[in-house]
T-cell receptor, first 113, second 114 residues
């Protein structure tokens, strides 16, 4: 039972354009959502998070949107840079203080120069 | 300061052997997690330690898997009688559980069972 789903295994965009990565979840008890970026042979690194009391959180080029009614979140990267090429994981938690995260399968983003 | 450290970075073992994977969390982080990532898959939760509480072992795939955390710091994940399906990258993460904060991951141990 996949509680967090990233239905697009890969995405390719041109440098300077917007990258939109999508994530769906099934558990309405999730109230804390995060995005991680992973380069080969490295551990995932935290990018940005959002609590369920918000619908948008922005940090520089990265913005996360949360649509609770649709159980959907997305990560926007604007403008995209070649260094953004990595695997992106969304993750969700049922309690913002336990940290037991459920991860999606990941989306590989390629930003072409 | 130093991040989460895992050793070894790579481990090749024969089917049926036992292996031990080590994790040194960030100093002061009271919560420690083990995840694994099989080829082409997402991160699968294995086990979670929080302070002196009993660990949450709900993600361990079989009784061949066990983990301990000594002195509230270093953790060891042990896999007994390894099988080929155990081949994966095993990731350790820690966090400061005293506040809302994300997990900080190590670079993982790539386990290959031949």
């Amino acid at each position: 039972d996949q509680q967090v789903k990233q239905n697009s295994p890969s995405l390719s965009v041109q440098e300077g354009r917007i990258s939109i990565l999508n994530c769906d979840y099934t558990n309405s008890m999730f109230d804390y959502f995060l995005w991680y970026k992973k380069y080969p042979a490295e551990g995932p690194t935290f990018l940005i998070s959002i609590s369920s009391i918000k619908d948008k959180n922005e940090d520089g080029r990265f913005t996360v949107f949360l649509n609770k009614s649709a159980k959907h979140l997305s990560l926007h990267i604007v403008p995209s840079q070649p260094g953004d090429s990595a695997v992106y994981f969304c993750a969700a938690s049922g309690s913002s203080n336990t940290g037991k995260l459920i991860f999606g399968q990941g989306t590989t983003l390629q930003v072409k120069p | 300061g130093a991040g989460v450290s895992q050793s070894p970075s790579n481990k090749v073992t024969e089917k049926g052997k036992d292996v031990e994977l080590r994790c040194d969390p960030i100093s002061g982080h009271t919560a420690l997690y083990w995840y694994r990532q099989s080829l082409g898959q997402g991160l699968e939760f294995l086990i979670y330690f929080q302070g002196n509480s009993a660990p949450d072992k709900s993600g361990l795939p079989s009784d061949r898997f066990s983990a301990e955390r000594t002195g509230g710091s270093v953790s060891t994940l042990t896999i007994q009688r390894t099988q080929q399906e155990d081949s994966a990258v095993y990731l350790c993460a820690s966090r400061d559980a005293g506040k809302i904060s994300p997990l900080h991951f190590g670079n993982g141990t790539r386990l290959t069972v031949t």
